[in-house]
């Protein structure tokens, strides 16, 4: 896509579990034991724009969050490409690949795992800032000040460790780091799922007051659809590592083309569906060891048919700016 921000094209992640030497020697015998490989993301995709919210939905186990950590350099893609404004990262000079680290920053689901025990808030702030130069010895202090006044934090708090500090404390303290080394694209990994309702509400507020004081661009991975639809420009649902379906979150909301993403938005809890029963999508989903054939959501798809498990539908474009992986579509 022209002008996107990050851009990946065919993206897969694969992660695999060599046999150890019990199993080895099991093989030597007759045995047929075989290396497990899990397809976490699987031909993925995606074009986030300058300035653009991308919401970024599924169940567990989706592959949403190894996706966030492919785009922010975290886990290198098995196979595909990951352009950063037009420049695949894998042909960056060695200045342009430290740029890209510094401007794709990740922010993670639990704070307490993600910061440092035993360092104080200035050191966890501060850090990655004083080392690529953006304050030095002599204005870390009013740096962190700065970066802590950003996110409601209250300065004199520096010198207290993590666990000093609440939940929706911490995950400001999260944010802080981040911001500390001004990016311009942040990957959201569940960032308020583990917070307090009334703190998510805060947080979210916060999310909304960066994007707009420093022209932030965000992939807000979450399996809340209603945070989703409140803080997103476009929304991308996944399945077991495949997009199914990605459109401007108020047409996908009002009218989802995908079965999966009919069975999600229709389990939203809403005012006007009051007294109704609410049911899970029917099934469990597949495990990314041994994911079914052809389309991957056809054993829990009630239109399934034959050619949905055998071909695995196209990512294609049903309505301007809207593009749809299901077989259904070839029909209409």
């Not at 400001?172 to 990994?189: H, K, N, Q, T």
């Not at 476009?234 to 909301?253: Q, S």
Request: with cysteine; glycine share 8%; hydrophobic share 40%.
């Amino acid at each position: 896509m022209a002008g996107a921000m990050v851009e990946l094209e065919h993206v897969s992640k694969r992660f695999v579990k060599s046999l150890d030497i019990a199993e080895k020697i099991v093989n030597t015998f007759g045995g047929k034991l075989k290396e497990q490989v899990v397809h976490a993301v699987d031909k993925v995709d995606l074009a986030v724009n300058d300035g653009e919210v991308v919401g970024l939905v599924g169940e567990s186990g989706c592959g949403k969050s190894t996706l966030g950590r492919v785009i922010a350099g975290i886990h290198a893609a098995s196979d595909g490409v990951v352009r950063f404004r037009g420049r695949d990262i894998t042909e960056m000079s060695s200045a342009e690949a430290k740029e890209w680290a510094l401007q794709v920053q990740m922010i993670f689901q639990d704070p307490m795992s993600s910061l440092n025990p035993r360092l104080r808030v200035r050191e966890i702030i501060g850090e990655a800032a004083q080392y690529h130069g953006l304050a030095s010895a002599d204005t870390l202090d009013d740096y962190v000040d700065e970066m802590m006044l950003r996110v409601g934090l209250e300065p004199s708090f520096k010198r207290r460790f993590p666990h000093q500090f609440s939940g929706g404390q911490r995950q400001r303290i999260g944010i802080a780091r981040a911001l500390a080394v001004r990016p311009s694209f942040l990957v959201c990994d569940e960032a308020i799922a583990a917070l307090d309702v009334s703190i998510q509400a805060q947080v979210i507020n916060l999310f909304m007051r960066l994007r707009e004081d420093l022209g932030l661009t965000y992939l807000f991975i979450s399996h809340d659809l209603g945070v989703v639809e409140h803080l997103s420009d476009r929304v991308v649902i996944m399945y077991l590592g495949r997009v199914v379906e990605t459109a401007p979150t108020e047409a996908l909301f009002k009218e989802p083309n995908h079965p999966y993403t009919v069975a999600l938005l229709g389990e939203v809890p809403r005012i006007d569906n009051r007294g109704r029963k609410f049911t899970p999508v029917k099934g469990e989903i597949p495990s990314p060891i041994d994911p079914p054939a052809g389309c991957h959501f056809h054993p829990r798809c009630p239109h399934a048919m034959e050619k949905c498990r055998m071909s695995q539908p196209i990512l294609r474009e049903i309505a301007p700016g809207r593009y749809s992986a299901c077989h259904l579509n070839e029909q209409s």
